[in-house]
Each structure stands twice: as structure tokens, then as C-alpha cells.
């Protein structure tokens, strides 16, 4: 099992930048590629970023690319997503969650290929 959990949501303006935090503890999470994920009201779960177990890879969605970053700290086990020059079409509840597989490859888009899910933080954007 690995548990998780996301911190760093919030309300801001249009322009401005928020970091989100995920929090994991149990199974070794330097293992496990992670991804950030996002769902808006009335809409489905999509993809954001992810990142591999090593660090060295990452892949956005095209709506993000360019203003977000996915980064991760093994020795506190945390994985982070910098996002600048936010816009009102960002605003949603944003997931975190870890592959179901250790030292999977290639890193996947798919929700259903992630097994464990933090609860999920808020972040809203007003123009």
C-alpha cells in the first residue's frame, strides 16, 4: 500500500502560481512513477503530469506544457507539481497517484494503470 496525500491547493487570480505537495508513506515510493491528475466539475479525471521513479523522465498534457512542472524529492518522499501563469480553464480538484506497478515503463497517461490515489486539493482560478 501507499498512502498519499496532497497539500498546496488554493484560490488565485489568473496569472498567478500555486505549488501542490503529495505527501507518500508505505511502500517504497522511490519505485513508483507518479502522476498528477485533475478533474473539473461535471467532467472526467484527466491527466496532467507524470514522472518516473528515477526523476529523469516527465510528460505533460499539451493543455499544461510549458506552465507546469513535475518534480520529486525521493528522500522526502514527496513529488510536486509547480504550476505558473494558472488560468480559470485550471481550476479542479487535483490528484496525485502512484502506478500500480513498481519500476514500471514507459510511463502511462492512463488513469486506470494507477492504483493508489491521495484524496485531492482544490485549486481554483479566478480571471
Known amino acids: 500500500q501507499v498512502q498519499l496525500v496532497e497539500s498546496g491547493g488554493g484560490l488565485v487570480q489568473a496569472g498567478e502560481s500555486l505549488r501542490l505537495s503529495c505527501s507518500a508513506s508505505?511502500?517504497?515510493?522511490?519505485?513508483?512513477?507518479m502522476g498528477w491528475f485533475r478533474q473539473a466539475p461535471g467532467k472526467e479525471r484527466d491527466f496532467v503530469a507524470v514522472?518516473?521513479?528515477?526523476?529523469?523522465?516527465?510528460k505533460y498534457a499539451d493543455s499544461v506544457k510549458g506552465r507546469f512542472t513535475i518534480s520529486r524529492d525521493n528522500a522526502k518522499n514527496t513529488v510536486y507539481l509547480q504550476m505558473n501563469s494558472l488560468k480559470p480553464e485550471d481550476t479542479a480538484v487535483y490528484y496525485c497517484?502512484?502506478?500500480?506497478?513498481?519500476?514500471?515503463?514507459?510511463?502511462?497517461?492512463?488513469?486506470?494503470?494507477?492504483?493508489?490515489w491521495g484524496q485531492g486539493t482544490q485549486v481554483t482560478v479566478s480571471s
Open positions: 497517484a502512484a502506478d500500480r506497478n513498481q519500476f514500471s515503463s514507459p510511463m502511462t497517461y492512463e488513469a486506470r494503470e494507477y492504483t493508489y
Open positions: 508505505g511502500r517504497t515510493f522511490s519505485n513508483y512513477n
Open positions: 514522472i518516473s521513479w528515477t526523476g529523469f523522465g516527465t
